[in-house]
Each structure stands twice: as structure tokens, then as C-alpha cells.
């Protein structure tokens, strides 16, 4: 491929490029060619990383999709922008259908930000920052939305449980199971050929438009239950999860090559990425793959919260860089913004950074990664060294029923089963020469005292300063599911909801 | 880079290629950044790859290097070219200093069968198929040699046993850690920028001579003690391992660059792979990584089998292909022999294929693979389903000293501390789903019955024409040691070995 290189760090100088985020659902480090997967079935996602950046230590905000979502969106930790609970210690919690919080309106998500920017904002696929009313995606910044505000579960009966419905805009147009089928038995399901479609059509009427955009591309098919359309059914020698990464990879070709199409290649800065590893519960049918990295999805160890990730950006972005800046989702916001010309919000605590000076210069930034699970910091990355002050895969009473979020792997004293406490001598990893955290370095080092030093500021300077939002995953309530979102009239799908009746939601993990 | 694409299969019409044949000590799946290493640092091997062909499903004849280059060097099993032991029931064994065994002369080497069309052979490195003076590797096809017989162990005291010698050709000219250092402490050790250099002054002076060369380059820097030179110490994420990959990705690409400053690149044909899985057990210090697969070296799952592997032969071999063929370290037999314009033995069987209908035709040959562990056929592999006929990892006795050929890994029922026999019910893997070994497929599904069909009728095809041939790694004896190897005398080198006694060796594994 032809390089280009042009002058850097004047992108947001002239007019503010376009922005198109594509976020996975469930998929790991080790799912794509490009980062080592033995199939090697993505050649597209393989040659954005060759025509754009390959990110190799870039990281979800949480082990758990709300939250990591929420993170992305507001450029904050969980924690502090009130996507965790406070009902049992280090629990993982997200936003089922009978979640009374969502995204709180304090909160600035990205797209309102861009707005001020004069961008035109579309969510397609998984909001999954509340369905209530007051957090609907047109109520904080989006313009469009084509997608549903919960995972794809199902199919339900509408009287114990409602179907989710599957938005356009403000309003319902259908449900799954009901109006947009995905069958469990063959895998089936056309939804992210719809996905694709609304990309595309999005992406050419803006073109024609003298408005940027930022479209947020949140499909879902390698969540369980992993689908697929019949044409990619069967086709993967990774069985109907790879027949899904398949379809995407397929459909992420065909956006860019719109993109390139339409001439705008050149202004449209497009990242790739996942909101939490691979759910290995769900391994090997319906669960993608880590790669080398200890457990999955539920966890901080680093197959909880590693992810792939490429930025690709003709003609802006050196062409074959790989990159070793430590990256988080909420870098997205951040940079996003920068690329818009704005700047992030100073009257709060912003988690995320400006990946610019990594991305167009190929400078290294030097910042943490916090793994929080819930209220709690279990382990925090400073440089190649990672200090788990918690230990915790999940309870033996979960994992005695057969949920099992590191299946085949077992490292004593780290995969546990109760949760561990190692806050006053912590357990540490050299993530280059053990990216598997299966080696702890030994307390008495000379390597360990000088790390640990380092990390104890890093630690102390995050937990002095750190005020936690007001926690939105608390509540559950059957009255606040699905029954009746706003268009069901119209289409005669309107469910009477049951007596309010307000609990603490149980989190086990 | 510009693809060139000629006429395909004519290759040994015209003037065979040159030979250079890049064989790793103890490298994993996982090593090399186009594999999918996390700290990708081997840019000159990735790069190899794009302008090359990647191998993804490429195997040693065996979790151990000795029988596995007895293997490449015979094009067969080790159980037919003698490389194997009968003190016990499925052991590996190898060559240490003590064996009284080595490769037969009734077997025919690449490089013997080579001398036939006029090629030039040498070795550089590792030779391992035996150290007293019949199997000396210039007995044996080679016309030189630079290198040792044996593994760079040591220091040893020159009584009890004698420390390794390093041959030029016919003699000795010296001792590790005598007079090639090797330094334990720090791990440094000039002996791969030595090994380079003899590589580039042979393949100079071949490139001055008409005659075609093999070059066989079985380099051992990334075998415990794992070894770097000053330039290369600390430079990589990873560790003293790493030092040591990144060295050989530096010394690998100034190859090739010589190969295409002389202008002969495109008339050599270079295959780069490895001789066995990491060795965890001395992992992460001094052992790489097998990726995502099961184990390590020692053991017949993929990690001590599945090897990296990557064609190069500018103008033949399109750029950036990727193979699925079934791949194995014997093929390099066959496949070298192809090029050469020769046939293999007919009056043998020959395990090994030749692959250049895959390399050069994108062609994909039906074959299984082998997995022994010593005289017993542990499991095999037909298109993606995996059978294992006996699993073991090691005994419970070894592993409660600490040896663990699998750490981190534990998948119940598998990693089995004592022999299980599967045989009238073998565990099944589909390794596109599973490439970990994870997930054995239940007994009563149709899949299982189906698969296992095919592969009945190809176990009992290998089993029904087996000829094993005399094992050679039975009898141990230390008078058999290096202690007066030829040229001794000159260097004032020579030790007087112990009187004779010949046991049978011990094979804990």
C-alpha cells in the first residue's frame, strides 16, 4: 500500500474529520488474524491494522459491558460516573432489563460534547445505559438511533419477561424474537446485515451533508447468543462465533471501502475496538477467544479487559504502526473530542486521554490502567507491571454449578475463588515477560520493592482523589422492564407492567 | 511491496534453488509478533511473513528436538528412523551426553540425497542426532559444520562430565564455557552473532561457486540456558527470552538482506520454523510462549507440537499468503528434495511431503498428523478434529518436584499426572472451535461418531504399516561422553572418559 505521511498533530486545525467508532460486543484480544488467531478469518480487520495502527495493549474500563459502554461515552471510570453497585464488595453489575438507574443526566457523554462541533450524532446497535425514559441515547446527544437499549436475550414469554424492543429514533419498532428473529437452534439471525445497511445509509447521507458525523457502530453478534446471517453460517472453521466474526469482519470491509468510496477516507478517523474480553463462559459455541490472557469476561485479570484495537485514518494514521501505548475505551472520548477541536470538561474528573500524540506521532504517554470490579480497585497497570490488590475469578458456589470464567486455566493463589485480599502486599506481574500473570515475581525482589514503589503512588494519588458517582445499579424493579417503550401503541405492542416493587439487585459475580 | 506472480510448479525445471533452512531450538507457536505475540518485536520474521507465506497449522515430528531433526533430516517418524526409546511406555528421549545410540547409517539425510544434484551442505548449529564418530554429521551428507553435537548445558567440570565441544568440520576447536562463553548470570553469550556470521561467509562463498548450497541454521539461543549477546541484553519486554528472539529476528533479516544484496534471493528458497513447542518448564525466563495452545515441549498437545512456520522465496511464493496446509517438519525432506529435482527414497516409507503444491499452488493436501510421545501413538490430527489415544502430561511424581509441562493450565481429564489410555474411546477436539484442547466433543454426538470414523480408518493405516525401526535412545553410558572428540589433541582438550558401562537410560517422561 502506498504510505502517506502527512503533517501531524494539526488534524482538528482545519475542519474536524468525522468519526466512526466501531465497538464489538463480548470479543477478545485473540479473535482476529492480526492479533494471533489460529484461523486467521478476518482479512479485513487484518488490513485495517496494516493500512492503519494495531493498538496491542489497549484496554476495556471494566470487565462488564454497561459500565464499559458508560465509561467510553463519558470519558469516566465506572465508579465515578455511577455505573457500579455498592450492594456486596468488588460485584460486577450491568443493566438487565429490570435496572432502575441508567446513565445519569450530570453526566456529558461524547456526543452532546460533538454536538457543540456541529456533528451529527448515530447510535446503531446497543445503547446499554438504561432504558428508562430519562436515559434514552436522543435524550444525551444522539441525533439517531437504530438498536436496542439491552442485550439481545431471549425469547421471552411478555408476561414474566417482555422481548426487547428494537428502536428507530425515539421510538420502538419491533421486538426481538417477534419482529427481528434470531434463532437459537441454527444461529440465524440478519441483524447485522440491517447494522451494516444503516451504517452505510448513514454514512452517504451525511456525506452529502457539510456536516461531520460521529456514528457509534454497537453491534452485538459475538454476544451470546452469537448469530449470523445465512450467507456466513457454517463458513468459519470457529463454528458459529467465528461465523459471526466473519459476517463483521465482512461488514467493517465493506463500511470502510464505502468510506473510501465516498472520498472521505481522508476525513473520517475510524477506531476498532471491544467493550470487555471474551466471555469464555460461553467458549468455544458461543465465546470468542483471549488469546494468551489469563480468564475472560467477569474478570480483571487481562482477559477481562484487553482488547484489540486499530485505528485506521488514511493518509493521517503512518500505515503497519503498532502501538504500545496503553489505551482505554475512555481514551475515545477524549480523543475524540480533540479531534473535534474541543476540549473535555474540566469540572469533573476525565479518565480518559488524548491519544493523538500516540496515534499521529507515535509518542508513548505514561498512565495507569485501573481494573475495577464494581466499587472496588482490584488491580492497577503501571508500565509492564501489573499489581492485583484483589484476587477473585468468582465464589465456589458459582463456580461448583459449572460458570467457570477461566475454563482450563487455574494459577494457584490468583484464579481464585473467594475473594483475596492483597492490598497491603500485592500480587505482581511483569506483563512482558508473563502476559499470562501466571508468574508472580517474588515479595522479596529487588524488582518487586522498586515496582511496587512506583505503583504505591500511582495508587495512592487515585484512591486520595477519587469521589464516586452515586450508584445507578442497585435497584431492581420488574415495573421499569420493557412493557410498554414509547411507539408500542402504534404497533399494538404495549405490555402492562407489574406492581412496582423495588429490590436490591442481586450481582453474584 | 510489489507481488510478483510466475509460473507456478516449474520450479525444479530450471536451476534448483539454494537451500536455507532456519530451524529454532525450543521457539513456540506464539514467539513471533505475526503470530500474535503482545509485545510484537520481531519485525524482521513479521516481515518475512508478508512478503512470504505463514504456516498456521505446521508441526514437529515430536515434542522433543532430537528425534524431531532426526525426523526433518529423514523425512520419517522417529519411530521408523530409530529416535525413540523402549525402556518404557510412551517416553521422550533424546541425545544427551551419555547415549550410547544416534542416527543409523541405514537412513539417507537430506543432505546426503542433496550431494546427488551437486549442492554444497552445511550445518551451523545444533546437530543432535548423535556425538560419537559414526554420526558425525560430515559422515552423514554434511561438507561442513560449525556447531555442537549436543545442548549447551553446563558449566560442567570436565569429570564427572565434560563440557560440550564445538566442532568446525572434522575437530573440535573448543568447549562451551571454556572457550565459547556463556555467561549464566547475565545471560550473555556472542555465540548467534558467530553463528551469523558463518551463515553469511557460506553463503557468499556458495553465492561465488556455481554449485547450489543447503544451509541448514539450527541455531539454539532460545534453548535454556537461554543466551543474548551484549548489543541485544535488556533490550526486549519479554525478558532474557526475548533478547534472545530479537537477536534472531536481527540476524534473520540481515540473511535475507544478504540473500537479496547478492542477488540470489530469488533462487533460494528459506523456510524458517521451530523444532518443538516452548518449553514452559522454564518459562517465563527462559522459555517462550505456545500462544493459545495447550502445554508445551515434552507433550503431545499443541504446544509442544504446533510450531510457528513461514516459507520465503521472492518471485515464487505470492506475498502475504497464509497456509492452512497440515504442515510438518518432515515435509522440509521432501519439499527440499522436490526442489532439488530429486525423488525421495522408494525403498522406505517416507512420512514427509512435499509441500510446494501448497506453497506455490494454494493447494491443500489431505494428510494427518502424528503425535508420538516415544513408541506410542498419542493422538492424531485429520483436517480439524484432534483424537488423543493417551493423554499424559507428566507423572505425579515429576510434577510434585515442580516439573509442570503445563502451567496455568489444568483442563480435567486431559492434562492427566498418569497415562490414560482413550483408545476405544478416544477424546475428541475440533481444533478451529477449540484450538486449546479445551472442550473435549461429547461420546454420543453425531459429530463424534462421524469423525471418528475418518480417523479409525487412518490410525488403522498407520498402525496396520508400521515398521519401527531399532530404537536408539535405549542404552546410556558415560564413556560414550565428549571426552576426546577429534582434535583433541591439537587443543590439549582431550579427557580421559571413565570405563565402560552401559545401562539403560532413565526416561522420567
Redesign the interface.
Known sequence: PLCLCWALGLAAASAPPNLLLLLMDDMG??DL?A??????ETPNLDQMASEGM?F??FYAANPLCSPSRAALLTGRLPVRNGFYTTNAHARNAYTPQDIVGGIPDSELLLPELLKKAGYVNKIIGKWHLGHRPQFHPLKHGFDEWFGSPNCHFGPFDNRALPNIPVYRDWEMIGRYYEDFKIDLKTGEANLTQIYLQEALDFISKQQASQQPFFLYWAIDATHAPVYASKHFLGT????L??DAVREIDDSIGKILQHLQKLGISENTFVFFTSDNGAALIS???QGG?N??F?CGKQTTFEGGMREPAIAWWPGHIPAGG?S?QLGNVMDLFTTSLSLAGLQPPSDRQIDGIDLLPAILQGKLIDRPIFYYRGNEMMAVRVG?YKAHYWTWSNSWEEYSKGIDFC?????SGVTTHTQEEHTTLPLLF???????E??PLSFVSDEYQRAMEQISVVVQQHKATMVPGEPQLNVCDKAVMNWSPPGCEKLGKCLKPPKSDPKKCFWPH
Chains 1, 2 share one sequence.
Do not use: C, M
Open positions: 484480544w485473540g488474524g492479533f494471533g488467531e489460529p484461523s486467521k494495531l496491542l495493549d468459519s472453521q470457529r463454528g462465533y467465528g467458549a468455544p459455541k477467544s488469546g494468551r489469563l503498532v504500545h509492564l475454563p482450563g486455566q487455574n494459577v511483569h506483563l512482558g515477560r508473563d502476559p499470562g501466571k508468574y
